[in-house]
């Protein structure tokens, strides 16, 4: 999305939900030290989630645990969630969880089913890289989660995360299969982060040739009060505010997309 600040960013997501796209927002940044900056960057998606409401957009937040001071402090990062998932349920937006190192999956997503017990506009980002991932994904898949698979982006050891690309993709791909799986069944919500366009068609033809067309809501989130498409697929730039838009005005008007 282009544009290295807030301002530029919603009006990229303005023009995007004029096309019929749906958005998501995030501010770049991780490992704050101190927690008048993590409380600073709570503040900042607070606003965010106010324009979001004022122009009427159909755009998510995304936010890493570590710029909301995890680290820190992980009681006052899971009171930041809340309050963030709260606003974020009141606008009619959503709640996403990025996935960071692997030393950071274990309290991600134990934070993560903290607030999703509490609000159901929230989802977590899964790293198809993760040796553990396909544990984590059958642990997670009885809450009917809202779940965002990517490849992952750190430079994990061989023993923690699969060293091979051909072996991320294939894994990439069997992780997608079962998370459309239970999106078919109303069980989950797929979001699919990827920039291979490959991938994205082959996972497209297959939500509509099995799903999508009948795709429901997760019922956990049918109180909430933008209901939720069950797959959604995005592509992120990597510039300032990032944005996330998904697919094509055909995948919305067929997918129900946003
Ligand atoms: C919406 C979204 C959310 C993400 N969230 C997280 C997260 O929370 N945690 C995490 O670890 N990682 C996250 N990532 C990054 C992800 O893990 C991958 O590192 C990244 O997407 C590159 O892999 P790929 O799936 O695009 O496929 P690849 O196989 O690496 O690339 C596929 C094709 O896309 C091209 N490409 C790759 N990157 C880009 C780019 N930035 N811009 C344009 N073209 C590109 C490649 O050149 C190649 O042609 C996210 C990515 C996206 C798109």
Same mark, same amino acid.
């Given at each position: 999305?282009?544009?290295?600040?807030?301002?530029?960013?919603?009006?990229?997501?303005?023009?995007?939900?004029?096309?019929?796209?749906?958005?998501?927002?995030?501010?770049?940044?991780?490992?704050?030290?101190?927690?008048?900056?993590?409380?600073?960057?709570?503040?900042?998606?607070?606003?965010?989630?106010?324009?979001?409401?004022?122009?009427?957009?159909?755009?998510?937040?995304?936010?890493?645990?570590?710029?909301?001071?995890?680290?820190?402090?992980?009681?006052?990062?899971? &009171?930041?969630? #809340? *309050?963030?998932?709260?606003? !974020?349920? /009141?606008?009619? @937006?959503?709640?996403?969880?990025?996935?960071? =190192?692997?030393?950071?999956?274990?309290?991600?997503?134990?934070?993560?089913?903290?607030?999703?017990?509490?609000?159901?506009?929230?989802?977590?980002?899964?790293?198809?890289?993760?040796?553990?991932?396909?544990?984590?994904?059958?642990?997670?898949?009885?809450?009917?989660?809202?779940?965002?698979?990517?490849?992952?982006?750190?430079?994990?050891?061989?023993?923690?995360?699969?060293?091979?690309?051909?072996?991320?993709?294939?894994?990439?791909?069997?992780?997608?299969?079962?998370?459309?799986?239970?999106?078919?069944?109303?069980?989950?919500?797929?979001?699919?982060?990827?920039?291979?366009?490959?991938?994205?068609?082959?996972?497209? &033809?297959?939500? #509509? *040739?099995?799903?999508?067309? !009948?795709? /429901?809501?997760? @019922?956990?989130?049918?109180?909430?009060?933008? =209901?939720?498409?069950?797959?959604?697929?995005?592509?992120?730039?990597?510039?300032?505010?990032?944005?996330?838009?998904?697919?094509?005005?055909?995948?919305?008007?067929?997918?129900?997309?946003?």
């Amino acid at each position: 999305m282009p544009g290295e600040d807030v301002a530029a960013a919603l009006a990229a997501a303005a023009d995007l939900a004029r096309e019929g796209l749906g958005s998501v927002l995030t501010q770049l940044g991780e490992q704050v030290t101190s927690r008048e900056e993590a409380a600073g960057v709570r503040d900042h998606y607070l606003r965010v989630l106010e324009e979001i409401r004022q122009r009427q957009l159909p755009t998510e937040i995304s936010v890493k645990l570590t710029h909301l001071g995890l680290d820190l402090n992980p009681k006052a990062c899971l &009171q930041d969630l #809340l *309050a963030l998932a709260a606003r !974020a349920a /009141a606008v009619g @937006s959503f709640l996403w969880i990025d996935m960071e =190192e692997s030393r950071y999956v274990d309290p991600t997503l134990e934070l993560f089913q903290a607030v999703r017990a509490a609000h159901a506009g929230v989802g977590v980002c899964l790293q198809a890289y993760l040796r553990r991932t396909p544990a984590d994904l059958e642990a997670l898949l009885p809450l009917a989660p809202a779940i965002r698979l990517v490849k992952g982006a750190y430079n994990e050891p061989p023993d923690v995360a699969l060293p091979k690309k051909r072996d991320v993709d294939g894994a990439y791909a069997v992780l997608a299969g079962r998370l459309l799986q239970r999106a078919a069944q109303g069980e989950a919500r797929a979001v699919f982060g990827t920039h291979d366009l490959g991938l994205l068609a082959r996972l497209r &033809q297959r939500a #509509l *040739a099995t799903c999508c067309m !009948a795709f /429901a809501p997760p @019922s956990s989130a049918r109180s909430t009060a933008k =209901e939720f498409p069950s797959v959604s697929w995005s592509a992120m730039g990597r510039t300032g505010s990032r944005g996330t838009c998904g697919g094509s005005p055909n995948d919305r008007r067929m997918c129900g997309l946003w």
